[in-house]
């Protein structure tokens, strides 16, 4: 089945940096887009990044860009969001999600979160 587990998660002061990592199984990872998004105490999900199957193309918010870089290793199953310049707005639960190229725009499959606190 499949399986997302994030990790990298941590306290950081505000300008401060952190690199998450989302390990994915249970599917052929280099059919899958991949997105992160994040969500706040109180708050809907936001979309943070994404990343098209095969790494060539990267898409990021107004909120994120310039600072947070999403990338992704695929013989090693992996995405990765390196994020820069952290505010406190940062703070939030981040998860990865997967969407297969097949089903555009639909990404079911959510890992646990990591959270990042930014104070």
């Known amino acids: 089945h499949v399986q997302l587990v994030e990790s990298g998660g941590g306290l950081v002061q505000p300008g401060g940096s952190l690199r998450l990592s989302c390990a994915a199984s249970?599917?052929?990872?280099?059919?899958?887009?991949m997105r992160w998004y994040r969500q706040a105490p109180g708050k809907g999900p936001e979309w943070v990044s994404s990343i098209t199957s095969d790494g060539t193309n990267t898409y990021y918010p107004d909120s994120v860009k310039g600072r947070f870089t999403i990338s992704r290793d695929n013989a090693k199953n992996t995405v990765y969001l390196q994020m820069n310049s952290l505010k406190s707005e940062d703070t939030a639960l981040y998860y990865c999600?997967?969407?297969?190229?097949?089903?555009?725009?639909?990404?079911?499959?959510w890992g646990q979160g990591t959270q990042v606190t930014v104070s």
């Open positions: 999600a997967a969407g297969s190229v097949q089903v555009p725009g639909v990404y079911a499959d």
């Open positions: 249970g599917f052929t990872f280099s059919n899958y887009h």
